[in-house]
C-alpha cells in the first residue's frame, strides 16, 4: 500500500515564476491538506481540499491556490514567487471525520528554492 | 484558537539517557494531541497520538507521553535513548471536531551523542 506521493521533490525556480506541486493520496483517503515548512520552522498549515473543492485556508496569500481532482490528487500551485516561498511542502492525507482513529499521513515533501 | 509551544529547540541527550521533550498546548476546546519525527530531509512520521482515550499513550521506536490536562502538557519520553533517535520532533494539537487542521510546535532538535 502506497502512502503518501509528492513530486517533483526537489525544484529551483526564479522570482516571479509559477510552480505546481502535486500530491497523491494514501490509498482510501478522500482528504487532502498543504503544509509549509520554512527552514527551522513547523509546518504551517495552507488549506485543505474534500470534494474536489478547498473548505478551510490557513493565513496565506490567494498566490496560493490548488485543487483536488476526482481520484482524490491534489496539485498546489503558487504564483509570483518570492524568496520567502522557499520552503518544505508537505502533502497531507487523511479519511475526512474526526474519527479517533483517522491518522493524518505526511509525504515526503517538495522542497522548492526561489533564487 | 489552538496552540503548541515546545520548550528547548535543541536537547542534547547521551545514548542510554532519559529523553524528554516538553510540549505544552493552548486550546479551547478538547484537544487531539500529536508527535511527529522528522529525520533529515524526509517527511513527517506519526510516533503516537493523544484521541480521549487512555491519557498515557505508547507509541513506536519506545516513546510515550502523557497527557496532563490539569498542565496543559504532553511531553514525550523515552526510557533510553538511542543514536537513530536523533531527528526533529514536534508536538500539534488539533480539535477533536470540526476540520482536521493541525497545529505545530516549532520543533525541538533531538541531538544523542554516543
Known amino acids: 500500500d502506497a502512502g503518501v506521493t509528492q513530486s517533483p521533490t526537489h525544484l529551483i525556480k526564479t522570482r516571479g515564476q509559477q510552480v505546481t506541486l502535486r500530491c497523491s493520496p494514501k490509498?482510501?483517503?478522500?482528504?487532502v491538506s498543504w503544509y509549509q515548512q520554512a527552514l527551522g520552522q513547523g509546518p504551517q498549515f495552507i488549506f485543505q481540499?474534500?470534494?474536489?473543492?478547498?473548505?478551510q485556508r490557513g493565513n496565506f496569500p490567494d498566490r496560493f491556490s490548488g485543487h483536488q481532482f476526482p481520484n482524490y490528487s491534489s496539485e498546489l500551485n503558487v504564483n509570483a514567487l518570492l524568496l520567502g516561498d522557499s520552503a518544505l511542502y508537505l502533502c497531507?492525507?487523511?479519511?475526512?471525520?474526526?474519527?479517533?482513529?483517522?491518522?493524518?499521513?505526511f509525504g515526503e515533501g517538495s522542497w522548492l528554492t526561489v533564487v | 484558537a489552538q496552540s503548541v509551544t515546545q520548550l528547548g529547540s535543541h536537547v542534547s541527550v547521551s545514548e542510554g539517557a532519559l529523553v524528554l521533550l516538553r510540549c505544552n498546548y493552548s486550546?479551547?476546546?478538547?484537544?487531539?494531541l500529536f508527535w511527529y519525527v522528522q529525520y533529515p530531509n524526509q517527511g513527517l512520521q506519526l510516533l503516537l497520538k493523544?484521541?480521549?482515550?487512555?491519557?498515557l499513550v505508547k507509541g513506536i521506536n519506545g516513546f510515550e507521553a502523557e497527557f496532563k490536562k490539569s498542565e496543559t502538557s504532553f511531553h514525550l519520553t523515552k526510557p533510553s535513548a538511542h543514536m537513530s533517535d536523533a531527528a526533529e520532533y514536534f508536538c500539534?494539537?488539533?480539535?477533536?471536531?470540526?476540520?482536521?487542521?493541525?497545529?505545530f510546535g516549532t520543533g525541538t532538535r533531538l541531538l544523542v551523542s554516543p
Open positions: 500539534a494539537v488539533r480539535k477533536n471536531t470540526g476540520f482536521q487542521k493541525l497545529v
Open positions: 481540499y474534500y470534494e474536489e473543492e478547498e473548505r
Open positions: 490509498s482510501g483517503h478522500d482528504t
Open positions: 497531507a492525507s487523511s479519511l475526512d471525520g474526526v474519527v479517533a482513529g483517522n491518522t493524518i499521513y
Open positions: 486550546s479551547s476546546v478538547p484537544p487531539y
Open positions: 493523544y484521541t480521549s482515550a487512555a491519557t
